[in-house]
């Protein structure tokens, strides 16, 4: 039965029409990789609007596609800028940039672009063994384990989150309180929807993706606004690299197994699997002199690891339901928009889609790879770009993505005020995967436990899964407390160069974390005042979260009022040079481009705004002429006019149009 299934996978693999859109997902995979600060959670962001109306086979092949390839693509910015292309390539820039810079770009990616592809075959290989042999297990899952497996996913999230435990705790209530908001599973009752029509349904995760990551991201890079890599043509040797990682092959060996262990932890992710790969390699080497100057064995290790993980983090999410990372949280909202329900029903009812995912994985890691490489000194010259030409295109895709949520002006409102949410989280520097990851558990969390007690009552805390899991939840929480305290013992004291020039820029970055401590806090109680007026199994799940977040907020407010703690807040914001890393004014200077273009559309209409928006940008950061600004924004719109007409999508036309024509 299983090799049947198995084969029958295989064929549908095989089927044109899913091979052009595995296709698809990967040369899309590619460019989102290439563009610095996007990575896997924008770019399905970005997919999610467009999978209705698709069949399950395809648009599971372009999910595949690029969840296979933007971890192999993303290493473009990290070898050739210095830049991560996204927080799981981080450790690839300390030994690829500098051998970038000494000639040996292309020996750096092809040892990172084969190391890639063999880690990802060994994630497909392992999820493949985890399905075959743990499927018993699995199927003896029930609502109760389910829900304490929803409990110690949030709390890994929380605990690895940065530098603060209180933050992560913050940050993941935030999120549960967002994922709640609308109709209550137990109840059907309307939760913090403030009396809008626009919000009985609940916050979108596309607009929550794209608010909480890619806004925030294209603004920083816009304070920057520079052009990074210089270089136009490659350097070394492809061949080289391969040799290279044949050479080192053990390390991909046991690198590989890594990060697909790393990866299936829900939590864990991207945030610190390329660290663990890097810090493995480097203690195991017997010559560590060349670590950190450009050492190819800092690039496999990294590379090898990165790519695995997404295939153990296809574990928890198909089997249990539960997101690894912050980008296999947004995947799982679009295997719910095709229809699919993960869970233990996959290895059931939907064995053979399971089968599907890890064929079309394993191809599509082959296929990414060898385009990655095919396309390298193509895509070399893309990142020579400055990035005031490509910002304006960024936020274009972005809108439009965000309207495809309900084709709505409230969508464009929605995205831009959780932009501002999420630039404030980055700016401060409090961990957005936790809250993302709580927005998409909300909803799992809380029916899964109605169900749990329905069923069980209060007998479930006595089933063996619920005492082994909780065990499991209760000693990793205190071990990563244990540690986490170990090493911010451990932690060297700052050099702040200027001190008596800059100082009161410190407190005025405190006062403003202080300030946004509160803003979160009166969330929190807004929250809580909203569940008093619902029914108990109605208000029990934001009551209970409210007051958790109120909780923590007061421990983080006194630890940051304190002289002890002002230090460790101060080292998020300062640079080697002991400066700010982003002034306040700077970043909403920029960020304020965002609400001028929601007023223009609002009157003007959606196109005419945006043409104005890449004028203001392109003029602003690039000072080009205006013939260049012309042809530039020309090709945008009509781009973005003939992507509508092929959608039949009505965009927001504004009030002078809108009134004419009623007139």
Known sequence: MAFETLMSAFTELMQVQHMIYLLGGVFLGILVGILPGLGGIVGFSIMLPFLYGMDQTSALAMLIGMVAVIPTSDTFTSVL????????????????????????????????????????????????????FARDLILKLGSAELFILGIFGLSMVGVL??????????????????????????????????????????????????????????????????????????????????????????????????????GAIPGLGGSVVDWIAYGHVVQTSKDKSQFGKGDVRGV?????????????????????????????????????????????????????????????????NVVGTGTCMLLSNKISKITTIPYGYVAPFMLMIIFFAALQATRSLEDLMLLIAIGALGTLFKYFDWPRPALLIGFVLAGTIETYYYQAVQFYSWEMMERPGVIILLIFLVSSVLISVYFKNKDSKKEKELNIQKEEESTHHYYSFITGELLFIW????????????????????????????????????????????????????????????????????????????????????????IPSLAIL??????????????????????????????????????????????????
């Open 614 to 663: 890449f004028v203001i940008i392109i003029r602003t950061k690039m000072k080009s002429s205006w013939l260049k600004i012309f042809v530039i924004t020309a090709i945008a719109i009509g781009f973005l006019l003939f992507i509508s007409h092929i959608m039949t999508l009505h965009l927001p036309t504004g009030l002078i149009y809108d009134t004419l024509i009623g007139a």
């Open 81 to 132: 800028m210095g830049i991560p292309g996204s927080s799981a390539s981080q450790a690839t820039v300390l030994d690829g940039y500098p051998m970038s810079k000494r000639g040996e770009a292309a020996r750096a990616l092809g040892a990172a672009f084969s190391a890639s592809l063999i880690g990802g075959l060994l994630g497909a290989l392992i999820l493949s063994a985890f399905i075959i």
């Open 300 to 364: 496999i290790a990294p590379e090898s690891a990165n790519n695995a993980k997404e295939g153990g983090g296809l574990v928890p999410t198909l089997l249990f339901g539960i997101p690894g990372s912050g980008s296999m949280a947004v995947f799982l909202g679009g295997l719910v928009i095709l229809g699919i329900e993960p869970g233990p029903g996959m290895i059931n009812e939907n064995l053979e889609v399971s089968y599907i995912i890890i064929w079309s994985l394993a191809l599509a």
């Open 519 to 606: 803003l979160l806090m009166a969330f929190g109680l807004f929250a809580l005042i909203d569940s008093f007026d619902l029914r108990f199994l109605g208000g029990i799940f934001p009551m209970v979260i409210s007051s958790l977040l109120l909780f923590f907020g007061i421990i983080l407010s006194i630890q940051i009022t304190s002289k002890k703690r002002q230090k460790d807040i101060l080292s998020v914001a300062i640079t080697e040079n002991g400066q700010l890393s982003s002034t306040w004014t700077n970043i909403w200077k920029n960020f304020l481009i965002l609400p001028i273009f929601l007023v223009g559309t609002w009157i003007l209409g959606f």
């Open 161 to 262: 989150s940065g530098k603060s435990l209180y933050k992560g705790f913050i940050a993941a209530a935030v999120g549960l309180l967002l994922g709640s908001i609308g109709s209550a599973p137990a109840t059907g009752e309307f939760r913090m929807t403030l009396d809008s029509y626009y919000l009985y349904d609940g916050i979108k995760l596309v607009i929550l993706g794209l608010g909480i990551y890619a806004v925030p991201e294209i603004i920083s890079l816009l304070v920057e606004n520079k052009k990074i890599s210089k270089a136009e043509k490659l350097g070394g040797s492809f061949i080289q690299g391969i040799k290279d990682m044949w050479v080192s092959r053990w390390i991909v060996a046991r690198c590989a197994p890594i990060g697909a262990m790393i």
